[in-house]
């Protein structure tokens, strides 16, 4: 299985900052994804990290709020721009396999409160 | 669209016992994967088991298994000789495996099932 590590591994932010969080994975990966869970909800997927193109944002998220860089098959990051506390969540990195239909897997998650 | 449904928001187990928890599907694909998650207070996500639309039988990882029934598309994990450690909250989750392109590999989850295990 991969091994993933997220950083920071938490954080307590001012609103109107931005926070950038890092995903590395130890072996290269087509598919890189990025969740949010709010408080007490489930998962969300805010995008696809696509390496050497564009991100694939799923609805209710935009570019300019949730920049992401995939420079290669094993790192990525998400930014989370001009911060209000409603992006108070955790955020999980994700990766999967085209060669196994099982391997899913997730990084141990950012937690981040903004005030 | 895909849909994954857990009505149970929270159950409870003395240690030692057997506990399952419900989880049904609706999809349209005729190929999928389902999966389920333990989530700690930590907030990691930790992979416990997974079962495939086409796999003849259920699939079982130690003290977890799954009581997959296609025709009910129901997915419950049963744990056995449950353990203090198990207390947690429990996720099931779908990925369609025939989608392609960008959406290959997205899951989508249920809302989750509060496990708290007595002494």
């Known amino acids: 299985s991969a091994v993933i590590s997220q950083k920071p591994s938490r954080d307590i932010c001012q609103r109107g900052t931005s926070l950038t969080i890092q995903c590395q994975v130890d072996?290269?990966?087509?598919?890189m994804f990025w969740y949010r869970q709010q408080p007490g909800q489930s998962l969300t997927l805010i995008a696809t990290?696509?390496?050497?193109?564009?991100?694939?944002?799923e609805s209710g998220f935009v570019i300019d709020k949730f920049p992401i860089s995939r420079p290669n098959l094993t790192f990525s990051t998400l930014t989370v721009s001009n911060m209000s506390p409603e992006d108070s969540s955790i955020y999980l990195c994700?990766?999967?396999?085209?060669?196994?239909?099982?391997?899913?897997?997730f990084g141990p998650g950012t937690r981040l409160t903004v005030t | 669209a895909q849909k994954i449904t857990q009505t149970q928001p929270g159950m409870f187990v003395q240690e030692k016992e057997a506990v399952t928890l419900d989880c049904t599907y609706d999809?349209?694909?005729?190929?999928?994967?389902l999966f389920w998650y333990k989530q700690p207070s930590s907030g990691e996500m930790i992979f416990l088991i997974y079962q495939g639309s086409y796999d003849q039988q259920n699939a079982t990882e130690g003290r977890y298994s799954l009581n997959f029934q296609k025709a009910r598309k129901s997915a419950n994990l049963v744990i056995s000789a449950s353990q203090l450690g198990d207390s947690a909250m429990y996720f099931c989750?779908?990925?369609?495996?025939?989608?392609?392109?960008?959406?290959?590999?997205?899951?989508?989850f249920g809302q989750g099932t509060i496990l708290t295990v007595h002494p």
């Open positions: 072996s290269q990966v087509t598919m």
């Open positions: 989750a779908m990925r369609e495996l025939n989608a392609g392109g960008t959406s290959y590999g997205k899951l989508t």
């Open positions: 990290a696509n390496q050497g193109s564009e991100a694939t944002y």
């Open positions: 999809t349209s694909d005729p190929s999928y994967g």
């Open positions: 994700s990766v999967a396999s085209r060669l196994a239909d099982y391997e899913q897997y």
